[in-house]
């Protein structure tokens, strides 16, 4: 992990009912917004009246990022047809997109129960480490802390409307993790990545395993 950030961040994608594997370990990347969310936490900073935060000449208000309780939603991006390139996402990346899968509003994250019909690798083979939200896993020379969430999309059961056509979904390319303010409908990007187009064709449902490491 060569980014400089406080949060770094690794997601994956597995086949819900097979736990094939389509891409593992591709890098993320925490937006500005993000980065001052998480530091203003650490801080204990609820917002910025004193000019405790400073960020530049950028003109995007950061209330929405303070005002914020937690990492709580994610949604992806939709392609048109396949591409197997992925784009690196800009830190100054905004949430505004008309390209996003669920329009009104992201779709609420979860965590992983435990009782999935795949395992994972890394993640030690019991209970409470498949269902923890947070592990520490203390590997010699290699300590990992870090939140695991579970963002799954189904093709069974979604219908959207892109730019040419209404039906099904056919190709995500991104998934973004977004904060809410506790007391408005107002959503800002916290994380974004982008990957090589995922087809759904079928009744296929994906996990998508989103990692934040500090």
């Not at 969310?37 to 204990?44: E, I, Y």
Request: proline share 4%; hydrophobic share 40%.
């Amino acid at each position: 992990m060569n980014d400089k950030n406080l949060i770094k961040g690794i997601v994956s994608a597995r086949n819900a009912e097979t736990g094939e594997v389509l891409f593992e370990n591709l890098h993320n990347t925490v937006v500005v917004g993000g980065c001052l969310f998480g530091l203003a936490k650490l801080a204990g900073i609820g917002n910025n009246e004193d000019g405790s935060i400073y960020y530049g000449d950028n003109s995007q208000s950061i209330d929405a990022f303070l005002g914020a309780g937690a990492v709580t939603h994610y949604n992806f991006l939709v392609s048109e047809g396949a591409d197997p390139s992925a784009n690196k996402v800009s830190k100054i990346e905004l949430a505004s997109d008309n390209s996003w899968l669920f329009k009104e509003e992201p779709k609420e994250l979860g965590f992983f129960s435990g009782g999935e019909s795949y395992s994972v690798a890394d993640i030690p083979d019991n209970d409470d480490a498949k269902k923890a939200k947070i592990l520490y896993l203390p590997k010699e020379g290699a300590e990992l802390t870090f939140i695991r969430f579970k963002a799954p999309l189904s093709n069974a059961d979604i219908i959207v409307e892109t730019g040419k056509t209404t039906g099904k979904v056919t190709y995500i390319k991104s998934i973004g993790l977004f904060l809410k303010k506790p007391s408005a409908n107002e959503f800002a990007l916290f994380s974004r990545i982008d990957f090589p187009s995922i087809p759904f064709f079928g009744n296929l449902t994906i996990d998508f395993e989103y990692r934040l490491y500090l």
